[in-house]
């Protein structure tokens, strides 16, 4: 085996070797002018370090929405299907809300990571707006359910 020592850099030991065959006022000026080179190269690694990191944690933050974007695909696309496959067997009110806002509420969140309270409250308005028309349209000619006593059971008072 073959050591390529020209190509490589010199070792500590080396170095020191040929430093002790100096003077000492050269070994200082050598110092002197060593330590800024230094110095140089520490704070290229550590900027080197803090790029590898804010690279890394780019490519987690990435990963996340990535997932959350298939996963709401998913998740709308398995809503719809069962909401058509209830729908065909006999439950509107089910295919509505599983076709209703609810879709568009939990793929935003699963895409988009936040829920305003302003669309949060639109869409419970759609749902029910949407759950009663299911209802009416079950049972013909019904009126809306009128609100009960809080009695319990007997006629209205």
């Not at 080197?48 to 933050?61: F, P, T, W, Y």
């Not at 209830?86 to 599983?98: D, R, Y």
């Not at 076709?99 to 639109?122: E, M, N």
């Amino acid at each position: 085996m073959t050591s390529d020592s020209s190509t490589s850099q010199p070792s500590g030991l080396e170095i020191a070797l040929q430093w002790a065959q100096l003077p000492p006022e050269h070994l200082e000026v050598a110092l002197k002018a060593l330590d800024p080179e230094l110095a140089r190269q520490h704070e290229w690694r550590l900027e080197e370090a803090r790029l590898k990191s804010l690279e890394a944690k780019d490519r987690r933050v990435h990963q996340l929405y990535f997932v959350g974007l298939i996963a709401g695909f998913v998740l709308a696309v398995g809503m719809l299907t069962a909401a058509v496959i209830v729908g065909v067997n006999g439950s509107p009110w089910l295919a509505a809300m599983l076709s209703g806002p609810s879709v568009l509420s939990l793929a935003g969140l699963f895409v988009l990571r936040r829920v305003d309270s302003d669309s949060a409250r639109q869409i419970a308005r759609a749902q029910s707006s949407a759950l009663s028309a299911a209802y009416q349209a079950q049972v013909p000619g019904a009126a809306p359910a009128a609100p009960s006593n809080s009695t319990g059971g007997g006629p209205p008072l």
